[in-house]
Nanobody
């Protein structure tokens, strides 16, 4: 299983980015995985950003309070992809963003993830 994250880069405060995560190797079982985005800023622990539950739980979305209303997670089961639309970016959103998967996951702590992607850097300038 490989989770390939992409879409990071440099944005100005108030700008937008869209992260993508291609989940190869999960095939038809993709629907049974909750998918999530976590981030890690320099000198800080990896933290929860957003998750979307497995399809059997209604693809329910969960967000950290710090990103509610600005970031949106979504999944495309047909193409085995998960996305994070990031709007109204703030300098404090600067971090490496990681895609993660958890079997039958709804929302979870980083250490509970089954699979991790390699991360994509997001830098927001003020």
């Amino acid at each position: 299983v490989q989770l390939q994250a992409s879409g990071g880069g440099l944005a100005q405060a108030g700008g937008s980015l869209r992260l993508s995560c291609a989940a190869s190797g999960l095939g038809q079982t993709f629907r049974t995985y909750g998918m999530g985005w976590f981030r890690q800023a320099p000198g800080k622990e990896r933290e929860f950003v957003a998750t979307i539950s497995w399809s059997g739980a209604g693809s329910t979305t969960y967000y950290a309070d710090s990103v509610k209303g600005r970031l949106t997670i979504s999944r495309d089961n047909a193409n085995i992809m998960v996305y994070l639309q990031m709007n109204s970016l703030k300098p404090e959103d600067t971090a490496v963003y990681y895609c993660a998967a958890r079997r039958f996951g709804n929302t979870w702590f980083p250490y509970e993830s089954t699979y991790w992607g390699q991360g994509t850097q997001v830098t927001v300038s003020s």
